[in-house]
């Protein structure tokens, strides 16, 4: 269980207050969905759906490169 989970409604990392994910979640993200990389640009993407909800003053392309730009 990782410490590195969102806090809604800012999507704020709860282990170190970075913006979720952070790059410790990121790592955890890559390490737990390795052999399923399309399954974690899925669950990203839910990730994205549900922030754009919150973070509506926020411009999509931001919220894009924060949630799914850095599974390349």
């Not at 955890?28 to 909800?53: C, H």
């Not at 999509?60 to 390349?72: D, E, I, V, Y």
């Amino acid at each position: 269980m990782t410490t590195h989970g969102p806090v809604l409604p800012m999507w704020s990392c709860g282990g170190c207050g970075a913006p979720w994910p952070c790059p410790n979640r990121r790592r955890e993200l890559r390490a737990e969905f390795a052999d399923a990389p399309v399954s974690l640009a899925l669950y990203m993407g839910a990730q994205l759906v549900r922030a754009t909800e919150d973070l509506a003053w926020a411009s999509a392309g931001t919220l894009h490169r924060r949630f799914l730009g850095w599974l390349r």
